[in-house]
């Protein structure tokens, strides 16, 4: 089974009837970049960035990140390498970078709220992620924007990073794409406007599902009523895509979801044909991806458009997953 699914890294990633689609990996490593290229991911959608700040006693300085954003932007060879900006607080920490106690951390202090308030920390991140985006096709993504304001001030802080590169004479591209992540019911709720400042959204649907659902997701207790196929998850990533379409913006998945092959009729539903998971994934998502049909999407969205409940989603799942090899 292990190797059959290896053959397919040679085989392009598209539906029976000729949709393609691109698989990209998530990774959180230069490590994880082998798996991803001899998986033939398509591109990087999600780089977890945290985790160069993690295991260790003091911020990674501008040119220590420069060098790893550069090996990925380079190994990557011109593929889409989508650079997520530091995402500590709620489940991760950093021994060296106190946190106030919160009685809710998910709620809290964590991500982007964390960049905008250590502004320092916040554009030696993005100076080196410009920096490297001359050696390849890097996209810079914001995490948990909740509002359109968070999303101005951090691009005036990209701004500034970028005039002070300019008048140093470092070279960056000057056109790269800036995205954030839709994964808060807020963002979805005004993903209209967001999409009219952005050049991409990508959906996390880790966070979204937890947050629609009032659902901690690293809560052993509730772990049951962690339901991502629950019909108002459907409903905000129907909304999501909506807002990206009428702005013709670029659209894609990165959460767990992305790479969980009973989620794909969901995306074939809603015409998302790019999804970025965990490197395991890529393949299997790629075998049922061969033996889907693009065209039965229409059809899909108004049988799961009309499910009361995840039972009922399932059902309708279920007689679309492909997993044949
Ligand atoms: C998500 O929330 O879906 C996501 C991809 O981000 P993370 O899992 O790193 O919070
Ligand atoms: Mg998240």
């Not at 995402?87 to 809290?108: A, V």
């Not at 999804?275 to 994934?281: A, I, K, T």
Request: charge should be negative; glycine fraction near 6%.
């Amino acid at each position: 089974m292990h190797e059959q699914l290896q053959q397919l890294a040679h085989v392009a990633a598209e539906t029976e009837d000729g949709k393609p689609f691109q698989l990209a990996a998530n990774i959180s490593s230069v490590k994880e970049l082998e798996q991803a290229i001899r998986n033939a991911a398509s591109g990087v959608g999600l780089f977890r960035t945290e985790f160069l700040y993690m295991d260790r006693h003091n911020f990674p300085q501008e040119e220590e990140q420069f060098a790893v954003y550069k090996e990925v932007a380079e190994r990557m060879e011109g593929k889409r390498v989508v650079i997520r900006t530091l995402d500590i607080g709620g489940d991760k920490h950093l021994d060296y970078l106190e946190l106030p106690e919160e009685e809710n951390p998910s709620l809290g202090y964590r991500a982007i709220r964390i960049s905008l308030d250590r502004i320092d920390l916040f554009k030696t991140q993005l100076r080196a992620i410009l920096r490297a985006s001359h050696y390849g096709n890097i996209q810079i993504m914001y995490p948990m924007i909740s509002s359109l304001d968070e999303l101005r001030r951090a691009n005036e802080i990209l701004a500034e990073a970028k005039r002070e590169l300019a008048a140093d004479g470092i070279p960056f591209r000057e056109k790269l794409e800036v995205g954030i992540m839709i994964e808060l019911p807020a963002a979805v709720m005004i993903a209209e406007l967001l999409a009219q400042e952005v050049d991409f959204f990508s959906i996390g649907t880790n966070d979204l599902v937890q947050y629609i659902l009032a659902v901690d997701r690293m809560n052993e207790t509730v772990a049951h009523l962690y339901d991502p196929f629950h019909p108002a998850v459907l409903r905000m990533l129907r909304m999501t895509v909506e807002g990206a379409r009428r702005y013709g913006k670029h659209i894609s998945v990165c959460g767990e979801l992305a790479g969980d092959i009973r989620a794909l009729p969901i995306w074939i539903a809603l015409g998302v044909t790019e999804l970025s998971m965990s490197v395991q994934s890529i393949l299997r998502v790629k075998n049922s991806v061969l033996q889907s049909r693009y065209n039965d999407g229409d059809h899909i969205w108004s049988e799961l458009s009309r499910c009361p409940s995840s039972q009922h989603v399932m059902d309708v799942l279920n007689r679309y997953i492909q997993v044949d090899l």
